[in-house]
């Protein structure tokens, strides 16, 4: 019992001891916001892991690909645990602007645009889909260009009436539709919050005119649909965009949707043998995509399954030599799988997936040749952890790293403990020598000072705890208020990381665990102390001067 | 106060347990090590306490007196004899004896119970009272009943240890102070906060080591008032003084001279 009163008194008469608090709580605050910031942007990570390439992927990191995939979708697709399979094509290419000399290596995907978005709710990532739902599609299609409305509108700059700009439908009545919704969801965002005002726009708004998200390219004539019909290609934002440090993507005036990119392609025979004579094919920008991963936004470009498979020679075909048939081939199948599958199940269904896929290669009314058998036997499934252990992997060592070094700096707070215990020690010696000499034992006395190390790490981790999660659930107004003192005082660059916000959220388990460690730690710094503090002499801590 | 009998030999001869003796000391010897040199302080020292006793220890500055009077109240550990309180050895075997203090001592049976008698059976006073500064008056004649008590018998007993602590206070003057800290009080008020402090848990015996050593004449004339007083009503006391005037007030007075009585 005097234990616990001594070490109350003593906290409250010396007043070093809050510095020792202090000292913790700026360490237990530090570490808990270097973990919720790296392990945020760690889980946003995993996320968009998860939804970039769908649950399992099935592939042979071939460009050559692999046969008998729609054998084989069609088979798991039966299973219970399966929600949507879907093939893909992967290959190299050169992207070609329109009109400009600027020639990009990229890659190209072949997709199909509905199942893919089953599997990786790919749509979501699209911009012009957004605004004008329903109007982005693979198939051949024309242009729109943004032409004059048949009704006219008051100028709200001198008051003469202009005949606002128009689109042509499907888009006019498909970007009315968003609008609608964006109001009835009563959502307090800007109707784009994502892009930099374009040129059209900021007319539109001093006038008084209508607004259209993305851009177009403008004839003062009626709104029509344009040009050949040509197939559609989404492009990865990044390259057709640039990313401001706010986060808002600019984009250019001389990339209009619909304009037309050509791509270069090379096919790559069934032997492995890469055509030397290239593919060069038309397309239309149809839309940006943004998976939030900067080397997949900068990099990718998607096109239609079968055309890509056309243009490789990927297709179904006779032999030449002997008319036997050659199979279709793709690069790889993503899979979904049902919400409820675990981490160990989703291991099992992959090993089935494997065992399935030779089963239908091997058979021999598959008819394969060696070379396609040879492609057969190096498909693997893998889960999406496994698939993205790159990506993930890097930064889940970053946090362990950060925080195992931010906590070596805390030791310092452990060593400040130390020093202030000792002093306090060496201070209260001759009070020391009194509760000895009334019968308090060694253990006893040393108790007295390891509670109270263990009180200014008790009070240390609550106040941390309470300061990191303030500064991190405030993290991004932080940075917004310093910002607007300074623009470079911008920490979180969006124009390098990906997410839109500094992870802003802390877990509980990190702080339960931090806390109990500060605690710990502050205990263990008053051990040296309260050992010196038990073992002193009662008669020499007496007769101490 | 007419039985000083100073005398260089005590009356028993070491050895034998006398049965009357309340605390009984026998062949202590305590040296320091000062380097290369050997100091010895108290070599073959002997007495015996009878219960209700009041025994003066006189001796020059630096005569041992103070060493004397820690190994009997066992907060030193003597190298070679024995003491008996109640006639049980408070220190273990000399073959077995260590000085040193060990952080686990509740795992020795003879630190123990020093921890244990100096919780129950013993009171200090001190030439230069000990007050611990950051507690009240009532709390610093508390604490020895805080120590002695577990976490759960000290809430069970609280208002029992302070009612004896408010009858003690009052008892020497003082129960107007309470409230106060030590460094609020004269000399001879603080050191009558520590004789309340060694008496609140009913010690058998009362150590005092020069009580009236710094504190001027008419302070310590009625400090020594008091455990006269407190003689009388039966508390043992063993004192320890260089001044004649102060040692008068004993029933039986002892020299201590080149570490022996
Ligand atoms: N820890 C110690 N180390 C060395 N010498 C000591 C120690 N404590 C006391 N002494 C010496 O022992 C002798 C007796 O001291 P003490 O018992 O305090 O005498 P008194 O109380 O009679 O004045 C003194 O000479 C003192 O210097
Ligand atoms: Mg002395």
Redesign the pocket.
């Known amino acids: 019992m005097y234990k616990l009163f001594l070490t109350l008194r003593y906290l409250r008469s010396r007043k070093i001891a809050y510095f020792a608090m202090a000292a913790v709580t700026l360490c237990v605050a530090m570490v808990l916001i270097v973990m919720s910031v790296m392990g945020g942007w760690l889980d946003q990570l995993m996320w968009r892991a998860k939804n970039l390439l769908g649950d399992v992927i099935v592939e042979n990191r071939s460009y050559t690909g692999f046969p008998m995939y729609e054998e084989f979708i069609a088979e798991i697709s039966r299973w219970d645990e399966i929600t949507q399979a879907t093939p893909v094509i992967h290959t190299l290419g050169m992207l070609r602007f329109p009109d400009q000399p600027i020639t990009r290596t990229v890659s190209v995907v072949g997709i199909r645009l509905d199942e893919a978005d089953r599997v990786t709710d790919f749509r979501g990532s699209l911009f012009y889909e957004k605004f004008y739902p329903g109007t982005t599609t693979l198939a051949p299609a024309r242009r729109p260009l943004l032409g004059l409305a048949d009704t006219t509108l008051n100028s709200a700059v001198d008051g003469q009436p202009f005949r606002p700009p128009a689109l042509p439908e499907p888009y006019a009545g498909a970007l009315r539709e968003a609008r609608r919704r964006h109001a009835e969801s009563g959502s307090s965002e800007p109707f784009d919050p994502q892009s930099t005002e374009t040129e059209t726009n900021r007319v539109m708004r001093e006038w008084g005119g209508p607004q259209f998200p993305g851009v177009f390219e403008f004839v003062p004539s009626e709104p029509v649909l344009t040009g050949e019909p040509l197939p559609g290609m989404i492009i990865g934002r990044d390259i057709v965009a640039r990313r401001e440090s706010d986060g808002r993507y600019h984009r250019f005036s001389w990339l209009p949707k619909g304009i037309n990119f050509s791509l270069t392609l090379w096919a790559t025979s069934d032997s492995g043998m890469v055509d030397v004579t290239p593919t060069i094919a038309h397309f239309r920008y149809v839309d940006d995509s943004r998976t939030g991963i900067y080397d997949i936004d900068s990099r990718h470009v998607y096109v239609e399954f079968e055309r890509l498979q056309q243009l490789l020679r990927m297709e179904e075909g006779e032999r030449v030599d002997d008319g036997g048939r050659i199979a279709a081939r793709c690069s790889q199948i993503q899979v979904k799988v049902r919400e409820d599958v675990t981490d160990e199940a989703l291991l099992a269904l992959t090993q089935r997936m494997e065992a399935v896929y030779q089963r239908i290669t091997q058979d021999p009314e598959a008819g394969l040749d060696v070379d396609e058998l040879q492609m057969a036997a190096s498909v693997e499934a893998k889960t999406w952890q496994q698939s993205q252990a790159h990506i993930i992997g890097p930064v889940q060592k970053e946090k362990m790293l950060v925080t195992l070094l931010f906590g070596i700096i805390s030791l310092v707070a452990v060593a400040l403990i130390l020093c202030i215990l000792y002093m306090i020690v060496l201070q209260k010696t001759r009070d020391i020598g009194i509760i000895k000499s009334i019968g308090g034992s060694a253990s006893g006395v040393a108790s007295i000072f390891v509670l109270y190390g263990a009180f200014v790490g008790l009070v240390g981790a609550i106040f941390g705890t309470g300061l990191g999660y303030v500064f991190i659930t405030n993290i991004n107004e932080i940075q917004d208020w310093l910002i607007s003192w300074r623009e470079d005082w911008r920490i979180w660059d969006l124009q390098v990381y990906s997410f839109d916000r500094i992870p802003d959220q802390m877990k509980v388990w990190d702080a339960i665990i931090v806390g109990v460690i500060g605690v710990a730690a502050s205990t263990i710094g008053s051990l040296v102390a309260a050992w010196r503090a038990g073992t002193m002499h009662p ?2 801590a007496l ?1 101490y001067e | 106060m007419s039985n000083a009998a100073p005398t260089t030999r005590p009356e028993d001869t070491t050895g034998a347990a006398n049965p009357d003796a309340l605390l009984q000391a026998d062949g202590i010897h305590r040296t ?3 380097g290369q040199v050997k ?1 010895n ?1 108290l070599t073959d020292c002997s007495l015996h306490v009878a219960d209700g006793e009041f025994v003066g220890i006189m ?12 190994v009997l109240g066992a907060l030193d550990v003597p190298q070679r004899g024995q003491v008996r309180f109640d006639g049980q050895d408070v220190f273990a075997p000399e073959s077995a004896r260590r000085t040193a203090i060990r952080l686990l001592d509740f795992l020795s049976p003879f630190e123990k119970r020093r921890n244990g008698l100096r919780r129950r059976q013993f009171g200090f006073v001190f030439q230069f009272y000990h007050l611990l500064p950051e507690l009240s008056v009532l709390e610093n004649v508390l604490l020895p009943r805080m120590v002695a008590a577990s976490t759960r018998a000290w809430f069970a007993r609280r208002e029992a240890a302070r009612q004896d602590a408010a009858a003690i206070l009052e008892r020497v003057g003082l129960g107007e102070r309470m409230k106060h800290r030590p460094n609020e009080l004269s000399g001879g008020e603080r050191q009558r906060v520590a004789i309340a402090r060694a008496l609140v848990h009913k010690p058998r015996i009362l150590f005092a ?2 009580p009236t050593g710094n504190l001027d004449a008419a302070a310590g004339r009625k400090i020594m008032e008091l455990l006269s007083g407190l003689h009388k009503e039966g508390q043992t006391i063993v004192m ?1 003084t ?1 001044d004649p005037g102060v040692a008068e007030f004993a029933d039986r007075v002892l020299t ?1 001279e080149r570490g022996k009585l």
């Open positions: 008669v020499e007769r | 320091y090590q000062l100091l302080v001796g020059k500055s630096g005569s041992g007196k103070s060493t004397l009077l820690h080591d020069e320890v260089h201590l």
